[in-house]
């Protein structure tokens, strides 16, 4: 088993349409550093010219905010998933 | 309307349904030609109109005529005096969307936009994320248009906003999470079914919406924006697009140019925004929502950046408060004004409250408090709080003795 991205929408025109992507990276920050080797252009859009994710980015691994997890830092396993999704209004 | 734009880098997008920019995942906003809405938009042609929100349709954004919720809005504003003594301040005016048309909160504004939008681009099925109220509009909303409706909440809302949607017939499906789950699915959602998503890909019409309420003080008012106008906050989009509303209003020559200050109020157990606020800080912490306001309850609020700077801008402020509070705050509105507010109405009286003991509002000024919900659809957080009927036989002696009682109570 390897860990699996799901690309958003917006997103899709970079990745030639693929909405599931599978990585292999160890952590959040490495996962985006593979997406951008595999599909140039794909880091600036998720993250600012500091690294840090932006701030209408919303990440989560299985269903949880990464702000709860460890942010960037937060470890992969087997099996997991990545969302990646634009903050939605409410309510 | 002119385009679509991105609130962050300002890329311009067309009028589709669409909500978040390309390059940097900012939020899109409708862009208007205010120079030409300034010629036709007067006040005689506006007080000449029906007495609904699309009076002042050229700055609301759909291309043609309204289709859905066509007596939406123009809610009451009313004076409250009784209110205002009790919280300690000169002037009080409490704006009333308890009683919006059809389903008695403010998202009857922000769906009869979507919704006349959504036909405009020939969409058949409509569908939202919702705390409850926003559902229960989708519903009603999307039955008198002939829509088809899903609307998707979090499992755990009141049983009076859940039947308040099941009765349209609505495909109501309840998520297993809180509403900011709820979101993340429906985001997943939107971008596979090609349905109208109130507030996903329609986010951009849907948000315009709000600024009618602001529209509305300003008219009522007699063509002023108020010192001082608080809000609740849950994603904080309705802060930022009553601030957006006043500036329009001096933009097109309505009103004269002031410094209307906007206070944001949230509940103590779902404070992202007011946290952040009275911190100082310009951006905000997501939190796991745990409050009797459940339609406040958005852990990740997606306008809390524009909220924070609205207030930071307008030199306004937020608070908060518990559970308690919020409570009593609905009485407080009950007994003194006779207006059964739901409990995000709660956490803006007491809020108001807070914001005026501390001086934060002074009392020599002139407030707005916006009722957003009707406490009819939240029974539950209210029930054992407000006191039990007495109960006596039919009988002339038996009323009298019990008034005996009550007189020597007073006594």
Known sequence: MSKKVRIPTPLRKLTNNEELVEIGAATVGEAIVELQNRFPG????????????????????NEEDIRFLKNRETPLKDGDEISIIPAIAGG | MKALK??????EYPLTATHVCEFDFGPLEVAYDYDRIKKTLTKAAIESRPKSMWRYRELLPIA???TVGRQVGFTPLIKADRLAKKLGIRELWIKNDAVNYPTLSFKDRVVSVALSRAKELGF??????????????????????????YVFIPSDLEQGKILNSLIYG?????????????NRLCAEIAGKFGWAFVNVNMRPYYAEGSKSMAYEIAEQLGWRAPQHTIIPMASGSLLTKIHKGYQELVKVGLIAESSPKVYGAQATGCSPISTAQKAGLDFFKPVKPDTIAKSLAIGTPADGFYALKVMRETNAAAEDVTDDEIRDAIK?????EGIFAETAGGVTVGVALKLIARGKIP?????????????????????????EPREIKPSLREFEALLDKDEKVKA
């Open chain 1, 42 to 61: 794909i880091q600036e859009r998720l993250v600012d010219e500091k690294g840090e994710v932006r701030r209408f980015v919303n990440v989560y691994v």
């Open chain 2, 6 to 11: 991105c609130r962050e880098c300002g890329r």
């Open chain 2, 64 to 66: 043609g005529e309204p």
């Open chain 2, 124 to 149: 058949e099925t409509v569908a939202c994320a919702s705390t409850g109220n926003l559902a229960n509009s989708v519903a009603a909303n999307a039955a008198s248009a002939g829509l088809k409706s």
């Open chain 2, 170 to 182: 609505a495909n109501v499906i309840s998520i297993k999470g809180h509403y900011d789950e709820v």
């Open chain 2, 332 to 336: 407080l509105l009950a007994e003194t």
């Open chain 2, 363 to 387: 009392r020599e000024d002139s407030a707005v408090i916006c009722i957003t919900g009707n406490g009819l659809k939240t029974l539950d957080a209210v029930n054992g709080y407000c006191g």
